[in-house]
């Protein structure tokens, strides 16, 4: 359906303003004088079953060392790649989402370098001829304007294995799974002015990747890592020199390391003889988490010759304009759309959209990148909870409702049971029917959550109603401003309940019976307690003020 709607309706554009239409910088107060300017290469692992040349499966952290490992990506003497097109369609999909010019032919390079993570001593990458050149993304900090930021290419790549070191036996382990997995290198121009700017960046290259099922883009599982250049210059000169810190697996991470390269670069020019012509040495840098330092890899002059070649036993790649027109018209919803409509068709909030659109909604995308949009799973049971019905086109339920009972009911129960929104069992009609339940007062909003938490400890797929019936959640009455009638006939349960409290609140009903209110809510507080949230707040103080209050 998704996908129909997304292929009938014209593109909505990425709404920014143009990176060179004088972007007004503010000058940062920690580094007065001074501009910042960063570049990000983004390896995003592409989300496909099978590796990018070999016919193994593709693995995620934890699973058994060395189980995913076809003869070619252990580089036996003899083995021959093979492309894996579901990769090259993934890749499309995010080239197409981020406006980047497509390329009709292009070609795979040998980059050579020694490691015991790379078997064949080579990496197969795209040096000369990448997939895609060109492109933008639109990213805005909170408060400001979106700005533009431009994309310099994107290339296809192997990644490579894993190797780990245990300093106590001084071995190194080296696990296959991942060598050989699909990825795409994704090139920002410099255009990133600041350490949250970069943060920004990634989040948003982050929610398209994952809109359109190309990657998981999970740096905490290091499906998404980033190398992140950073340079200075006194304002108004030109760039400066740029290190580049590697292999940044959190924007936490990237915000501490960009920072501290600004300081240390800071330093070094500003304490050099001759400032003025001062240059910071080109560098590759690491980051050391523990000191939230970068420290040096190498210099400029240590850096390896990767004697890129053309790989002799790859082709040209030729994409056929059909077929990225096909990746063009099946698209699914990307996040500035997905944003436009929460806003425009159920009226939410600015705020009430950032709180759906940064649900973690988990693994749900299928790996095959069906039509799914942002956080495909959160919005779509949104969207089927919201879903019109009739002739008429009315609103099921109120989307402010349902935005609150996902975002702070549900989300918050699951979280208080350690669990994410992709553990969610209850269907959209047992979520929906509680929601109504609440919203016609057939019981009480505190029952609703007593019965949510009930629901996701015992998943059944009895009818809400039934489960509130069985563990007598049911209101006690229904509310007053519920009813016609201004003086509500209140049910001998809530009689009862009320009577028990004046009994055993003799001090306090005193005083209220001499007229004090304020003590009336100390016997409202004790009726709802003993009415285990089944009592309504409102008709209860309508019923003590009935039986207590002086006329
Ligand atoms: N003066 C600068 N300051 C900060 N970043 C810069 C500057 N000049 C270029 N960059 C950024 O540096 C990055 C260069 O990446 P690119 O992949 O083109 O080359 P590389 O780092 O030399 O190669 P490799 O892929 O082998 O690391 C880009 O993201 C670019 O925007
Ligand atoms: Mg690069
Ligand atoms: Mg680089």
């Given amino acids: 359906m998704l996908r129909r709607l997304c292929q009938c309706r014209a593109r909505q ?23 910042v300017v960063i570049g990000i290469e983004t ?13 193994s499966l593709t693995s995620v952290p934890g699973e058994t060392p060395n189980t995913h490992v076809s003869m070619f990506d252990a580089a036996f003497p003899g083995t021959l790649p093979k492309l894996n097109h579901k990769c090259v369609d993934l890749a499309l999909r995010a080239a197409v989402a981020l406006q980047s010019d497509i390329q009709t032919r292009s070609s795979f390079d040998r980059k ?24 933008r993304l639109s990213v805005a900090l909170p408060n400001s304007p979106p700005f533009e930021v431009r994309i310099k290419q994107i290339q296809l790549e192997q990644d490579t294995a894993k190797s780990t070191l245990n300093p106590r036996t001084r071995t190194s382990h080296i696990d296959l799974n991942r060598a050989g997995t699909g ?5 920002s121009e410099p255009d990133l002015r600041s350490p949250d700017e970069a943060g920004a960046y990634v989040r948003a290259l982050q929610a398209v990747l994952r809109a359109v099922g190309a990657s998981d883009g999970n740096m905490e599982q290091g499906s998404l890592r980033c190398d992140v250049n950073v340079s200075i210059n006194r304002v108004g000169q030109p760039p400066g020199t ?3 810190i590697k292999n940044l697996n959190s924007v936490r991470f990237m915000i501490a390391a960009i920072t501290h390269e600004i300081t240390r670069q800071r330093a070094i020019l500003e304490s050099a003889p001759d400032p003025q012509n001062a240059t910071v040495p080109q560098e590759t840098r690491g980051f050391d988490e523990h ?32 077929r990225i027109r096909t990746v063009r018209d099946t698209l699914p919803e990307l996040p500035w759309e997905t944003r436009e409509r929460l806003r425009s068709a159920y009226g939410l909030s600015e705020r009430d959209v950032d709180v759906l659109l940064n649900i973690d909604s988990g693994r749900d995308v299928s790996f095959d990148g069906e039509t799914q949009g942002p956080n495909a799973s959160v919005i779509a049971y949104f969207d089927q909870l919201c879903a019109e019905e009739g002739d008429e086109g009315k609103r099921r339920r109120d989307p402010k409702a349902v935005s609150n009972w996902i975002t702070h009911e549900l989300l ?22 509680l929601i109504d339940m609440v919203q016609n007062k057939t019981i009480t909003g505190t029952s609703g959550k007593l019965l949510l938490r009930h629901m996701l400890a015992n998943p059944s797929k009895t009818p809400t109603m039934q489960i509130a019936t069985e563990l007598q959640l049911t209101a006690l009455e229904p509310c007053p401003d519920s009813t016609s009638s201004d003086t509500p006939v209140h049910s001998p349960a809530l009689r009862a309940l009320c009577a028990d409290a004046i009994a055993a609140l003799p001090a306090e009903s005193d005083a209220a ?31 003590l003020e009935e039986l207590l209050l002086p006329r």
Wanted: aromatic residues 10%; charged residues 30%.
């Fill in 13 to 35: 554009l990425q709404p920014f303003r143009r990176f060179h239409d004088a972007r007004v910088y503010k000058e940062d107060p920690r580094w007065l004088g001074w501009q």
């Fill in 43 to 55: 390896h995003a692992q592409i989300k496909s079953r099978r590796k990018l040349f070999s016919e």
């Fill in 112 to 135: 050579h370098y020694f490691y015991s993570d790379l078997p064949s001593g080579y990496q197969i990458t795209q040096q000369y001829a990448p997939i895609a050149i060109g492109g």
């Fill in 183 to 187: 990825l795409m290198e994704i090139v």
């Fill in 242 to 244: 740029r290190c580049e």
């Fill in 291 to 322: 000191r939230f330092e970068t420290y040096k890899l190498r210099s400029k002059e240590d850096a390896p010759d990767y004697r890129y070649m053309p790989d002799p036993n790859l082709g040209v790649l030729v994409l056929s304009q059909e």
């Fill in 412 to 433: 918050g129960q699951l979280a208080a049971r350690k669990e994410t929104f992709k553990d969610n069992h209850l269907s959209v009609d047992q979520l929906g029917e």
């Fill in 513 to 543: 019976r001499k007229g004090n209110r304020n003590v009336l809510n100390k016997i409202v507080g004790r009726v709802m307690k003993d009415s285990h949230g089944r009592a309504d707040a409102k008709a209860v103080r309508a019923l």
